[in-house]
Nanobody, 131 residues
């Protein structure tokens, strides 16, 4: 069972940048799709972006061209793989708790999970963007 741990959240000013980290253990890239999710106060959880089992990334329109998912491919092992969510030109509406989440590929379609609750989640990391 893959294990997920996320970190790197912070308070930043609008227009700033931040990089969130996701440590995956017992993870094989071609066996899972990995997604970043966020939930703002009083808002529904929403998917931000995903990395599918073939290495293709996708993003929701609200963050496209500002956020990107990357990884330390040269350093990746089954024991530990690091993925990152690079966030640029942050806006106040990006404020929320961010989660890294992994789902076995047979439960993924179009690169993201059919049911994200049927997967492994990080504990979440808070991102606060202020004016």
């Amino acid at each position: 069972q893959v294990q997920v741990a996320d970190e790197g959240g912070d308070a930043v000013q609008a227009g700033g940048s931040l990089r969130l980290s996701c440590a995956l253990r017992r993870y094989r890239p071609n066996m899972y799709c990995v997604s970043w999710w966020r939930q703002g106060s009083g808002k529904d959880r929403e998917r931000v972006g995903s990395l599918d089992a073939t290495g293709k990334t996708s993003y929701v329109d609200a963050v496209k061209d500002r956020f990107s998912i990357s990884g330390d491919n040269d350093k990746s092992t089954y024991t530990k793989t690091m993925l990152y969510l690079e966030m640029n030109n942050l806006k106040t509406e990006d404020t929320g708790m961010y989660y890294c989440q992994a789902t076995a590929r047979e439960y993924c379609r179009g690169g993201y999970p059919l049911d994200p609750d049927f997967g492994a989640w990080g504990q979440g990391t808070q991102v606060t963007v202020s004016i």
